[in-house]
C-alpha cells in the first residue's frame, strides 16, 4: 500500500504493507536528510487509496501515456527477514489490481489525474526521485473504477 507521509514541508511516498512501517521508513528518509522529527510536530501520513491522495510528481508524461502508482510486493519486512514465497503469493493476491493515477500526457482524454485504473501488461517501471512508477500508453488501461 503507499503513503504519502508529510513533516515541516518534506514529502514522500512510501510503499510499506502498513501504517507503523511506512512511517519508520519516512522517519529514516527524514534522518537521511539530516532533519530530527520534533515532539511538537506531527508527522502525517495519509494512505493513498483510502484517501485518494494524488501525490505531485516531478515528472510530465507526454502524448497518450499515463504515470500511475505501483505497489510493490517487498520480499522481506522492515526487520530484514526473507518472506517465503507463500507470504508474497498471498499478498499479490490480496491487491485489488487497479493503480492510482498521478498524471495524464495532454493526448489522453478519458483517463485523469486520481482515476483509479486496470492496465495490461507492457507499463514501463521507472523511479522518480526514489519512488517506483508506472508508465504505459493509454490504450492499455483496460478500465477504470467508477467514483
Known sequence: MSFLCKYKG????????????????????LAENGIE?????????????????????????????????IDKVKEETSAGIIK????????????DGFHLVISVGENVSNIKSGDSIC?????IMIDIDGVDYGLIR???????RSQ
Do not use: C, W
Not at 119 to 123: E, F, H, K, L, P
Not at 138 to 144: F, L, M, N
Open 10 to 29: 518534506y514529502e514522500k511516498i512510501v510503499n510499506q504493507l502498513d501504517i507503523d512501517n511506512a512511517e519508520e521508513v519516512f522517519i529514516e528518509y
Open 37 to 69: 522529527p520534533d515532539l511538537e510536530t506531527e508527522i502525517i501520513i495519509e494512505s493513498m487509496k483510502e484517501k485518494k491522495v494524488v501525490p505531485t510528481v516531478n515528472f510530465t508524461p507526454l502524448n497518450d501515456y499515463v504515470l500511475f502508482d
Open 84 to 95: 517465503s514465497p507463500e507470504m508474497i503469493a498471498e499478498e499479490k493476491n490480496n491487491r
Open 119 to 123: 492496465i495490461s501488461s507492457g507499463a
Open 138 to 144: 493509454s490504450h492499455s488501461v483496460i478500465g477504470k
